[in-house]
C-alpha cells in the first residue's frame, strides 16, 4: 500500500486504482428518509428524488379505495356544464348537491363475488368512494339545475342567473 499527498487530504490507496479515503460515506439525506419509509412502513415509497415515480393525482388514491373522478367544467353562455366520469356507479349511488355556488358530487360502489367449487371457497367484498367538490365559476339557478347519468358520464347542467351571464358592452 502506498500513500500519496496530494493537498492537505491524506489519500491511501489499496491495489491499482483503489482509492480509499477515511471519511465515512455519506448517504444523500433524502435517500435515507426513504429507506427510513421503507423500514417503518414496509413498503415502497415513490422516490422524492424522481418525479417520474410519482402516480398521478387521481390514482394515488384509488390505492386506498378511495376515486378522484375526473372533471370537466364548461362555462357557456348561458350555462355551466359539468362532465364527471364514473364509470360503474350506478344513478341510486350518486349524490349531487348545490350550495353557495359549490357543487358537491359524492357516490360509492360495493361489489360481492363468490365462488365455491369442491373444498375452494372464495368470497370477496369490495367498495369504493369519491367525493369531489368545485365552485361554479358563475352564480346559477339551483332550481334548474339537471344531472344525467349515461355510459359512465355523469353531466350537471347549471343554468346562469340573468345577472351572471355574459353582456357584450359597446365601446363608444
Known sequence: M????????PV???GKGTVKSSWPALQHPIAEMERAFDRFFGRGWPSLRRWGDFPALDNLFEAEGL??????????????LVRAEIPGIEKKDISVSLADNVLSIKGQSR???????????????SSSS???SI???ANVDASKTVANLKDGILEITLPKLESSKK????VQ
Open 2 to 9: 502506498d500513500t500519496d499527498n496530494k493537498g492537505n487530504i
Open 12 to 14: 491511501k490507496t489499496e
Open 67 to 80: 376515486r378522484m373522478p375526473s372533471l370537466d367544467v364548461v362555462d357557456r353562455d348561458n350555462e355551466v
Open 111 to 125: 361489489s360481492e363475488k363468490k365462488e365455491e367449487k369442491g373444498d375452494y371457497h372464495r368470497h370477496e367484498i
Open 130 to 132: 369519491f367525493a369531489r
Open 135 to 137: 365552485t361554479v365559476p
Open 167 to 170: 353582456r357584450n358592452i359597446a
